[in-house]
């Protein structure tokens, strides 16, 4: 397993992230951008954009190509991954990509439009019955019932992981093509609808009208919301709360572009990503209070 140290890691390689990561890096820091393949999917749908200023008529593609050509001659170093869990060392940042353990002092998230959860209620029900890592919880599930519902095959090695240990493992697949799994894990064709139980997850109703009964319930391969991808991040309804300079409430956690709020525009998100890059390298400069 690999360290990496930087001074500044920025999470999305949209208009914003990279805005971010061109200005620190003019500012001689090190800086690491890690984002989704493609980047920027927005970007990718919009056919034509109007109001960049002095590039009239020019589509999210193109202009996406042009900010990417611009990161790429300052040598910006650019890696496809999500990242799911950032922790805080006290002296700064880790984070786990792939089999590396990547160090910042600071952190600038540009992750695009507010996250969108996929059934009702996981924030509040969120350890208490429900996850998103299976493998990391499967022992507190052990000879109990659990369901897996998950946006991308990759759930079906965390299925065939759990129906090891757990008495019932049903796995509801949100995509098409399931894979060849363990024989004892029951794929559902159903979909599921919503949590059932107050305080803890006691039950998955799906599109049928069917409760399951369930001890856990695992949610793989959705969308992170920013507040579970750093703990005790600060959110204002679904958008990150910041300051004028894209701080945080979090000393060395930055924030910029949609994210933080509307409104959802190219300009707002570079110049948000300039600000977040430049505040980024003065606090990577000091020493953490
Ligand atoms: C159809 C359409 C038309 C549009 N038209 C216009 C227009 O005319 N004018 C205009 O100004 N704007 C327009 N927009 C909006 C514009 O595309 C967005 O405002 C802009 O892309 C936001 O940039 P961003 O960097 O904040 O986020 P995004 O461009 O969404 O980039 C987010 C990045 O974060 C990455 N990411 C997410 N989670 C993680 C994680 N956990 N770890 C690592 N990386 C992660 C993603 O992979 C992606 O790279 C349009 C959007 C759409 C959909």
Known sequence: MRHADYDVVVLGCGPAGLSAAVNATIRNKKVLVIGGDPCSPPMHKAQKIDNYLGLPATS???LLKRFMDHAQAMDIEIV?????LINDTGAGYQLLLQDEFINSKTIIIATGVPYKSTLPREEELLGKGLGYCATCDGPLY??????????????????DF??????NVYYVPL???VGTMDARVKVLQERPREIVGE?????????NDQ????????ILGGETSPSRLVPGLEMEDRHIK???KQETNLHGVLAAGDCTGKPYQVAKSIGEGQVAGLQASLLASQARP
């Open 242 to 244: 910041v300051n004028r």
């Open 199 to 207: 305080n803890e997850v006691t039950g998955v109703r799906m599109t």
């Open 142 to 159: 052990r000879d109990k019932t659990v369901m897996l519902i998950s946006h991308n095959e990759e759930g079906e090695n965390e299925a």
């Open 162 to 167: 759990m129906v090891q240990i757990c008495r």
């Open 211 to 218: 409760v399951i009964p369930v001890d856990g319930l695992f």
């Open 175 to 177: 995509y098409k093509k």
């Open 60 to 62: 999210g593609a193109e």
């Open 80 to 84: 496809n991954g999500k990242v799911d």
